[in-house]
């Protein structure tokens, strides 16, 4: 069974940066393509951004889009999200998900993995 552990969250002040990782186990990770997500106290959980298996196309939400860096290295099963000027609003608990289905990379529902979250806080 495949798991997705995400590290890499904290506190930091609007503007400053963080590293996401997260880490899958098992053989396939290669195979798939990769998503992260957000979710914010009281509001449901929303798309972040996605990276195919091949790191050939890479898709960002708009709110996050320049700011924000998806990578994934296939060899050490991992896949990241650098943040940068970061902004109250981007505070949330942020999870990494394997995609599963061929539908758009947008809908949660194309997910079938995820990790158990990691915690964002932006101070302002």
């Known amino acids: 069974q495949v798991q997705l552990v995400e590290s890499g969250g904290g506190l930091v002040q609007t503007g400053g940066s963080l590293r996401l990782s997260c880490a899958a186990s098992?053989?396939?990770?290669?195979?798939?393509?990769m998503g992260w997500f957000r979710q914010a106290p009281g509001k449901e959980r929303e798309f972040v951004s996605a990276?195919?298996?091949?790191?050939?196309?890479?898709y960002y939400a708009d709110s996050v889009k320049g700011r924000f860096t998806i990578s994934r290295d296939n060899a050490k099963n991992t896949v990241y999200l650098q943040m940068n000027a970061l902004k109250p609003e981007d505070t949330a608990v942020y999870y990494c998900?394997?995609?599963?289905?061929?539908?758009?990379?947008?809908?949660?529902?194309?997910?079938?993995?995820w990790g158990q979250g990691t915690q964002v806080t932006v101070s302002s």
């Open positions: 998900a394997r995609r599963a289905y061929s539908g758009t990379y947008y809908s949660s529902g194309e997910y079938d993995i």
């Open positions: 990276i195919s298996w091949t790191s050939t196309n890479t």
């Open positions: 098992g053989r396939s990770f290669a195979q798939y393509d």
